[in-house]
Nanobody, 122 residues
Framework: QVQLVESGGGLVQAGGSLRLSCTAS????????MSWFRQAPGKEREFVAA????????YYIDSVKDRFTISRDYVKNTVYLQMSSLEPEDTAVYYC???????????????WGQGTRVTVSS
C-alpha cells in the first residue's frame, strides 16, 4: 500500500512559477514510476508528466514541455513538478500517481493522491 500526499498548489499570476510536491509513504518508492495528472473544471483528467523508477526517463505532454520539470528524490520519497511560465490554461487540480509502468491513461496507475489545486490568473 502506498499513500501519496500532494502539496504546493495555490494561486499564481500568469507567467509565474509553482513547485508541486508529492510525498509517498512506505519503503517501495523506487519501485514505482511516478506521474502527474491534472483535471480542469468540466474536463477529463489528463496526463501531464512522468518519471521512470530510476529517474532516468521523463515524459511530458507537448503543452508543458520546456515549462514543467518532473524530478524525484529517493531520500525524501518525493516527486516534484516544477512549473514555470504558467498560463491560465494550466489551471486545474493536479494529482500525482504511482504505477509500475509509465502510461498516459489513468487506469494504469494503482495509487493516487488527493490532489492540489493550481489557479493561474490572467
Amino acid at each position: 500500500q502506498v499513500q501519496l500526499v500532494e502539496s504546493g498548489g495555490g494561486l499564481v499570476q500568469a507567467g509565474g512559477s509553482l513547485r508541486l510536491s508529492c510525498t509517498a509513504s512506505g519503503r517501495t518508492f523506487s519501485s514505482y514510476a511516478m506521474s502527474w495528472f491534472r483535471q480542469a473544471p468540466g474536463k477529463e483528467r489528463e496526463f501531464v508528466a512522468a518519471i521512470s523508477q530510476s529517474g532516468g526517463s521523463t515524459y511530458y505532454i507537448d503543452s508543458v514541455k520546456d515549462r514543467f520539470t518532473i524530478s524525484r528524490d529517493y531520500v525524501k520519497n518525493t516527486v516534484y513538478l516544477q512549473m514555470s511560465s504558467l498560463e491560465p490554461e494550466d489551471t486545474a487540480v493536479y494529482y500525482c500517481a504511482a504505477g509500475f509502468t509509465i502510461a498516459s491513461i489513468t487506469a494504469q496507475y494503482r495509487y493516487w493522491g488527493q490532489g492540489t489545486r493550481v489557479t493561474v490568473s490572467s
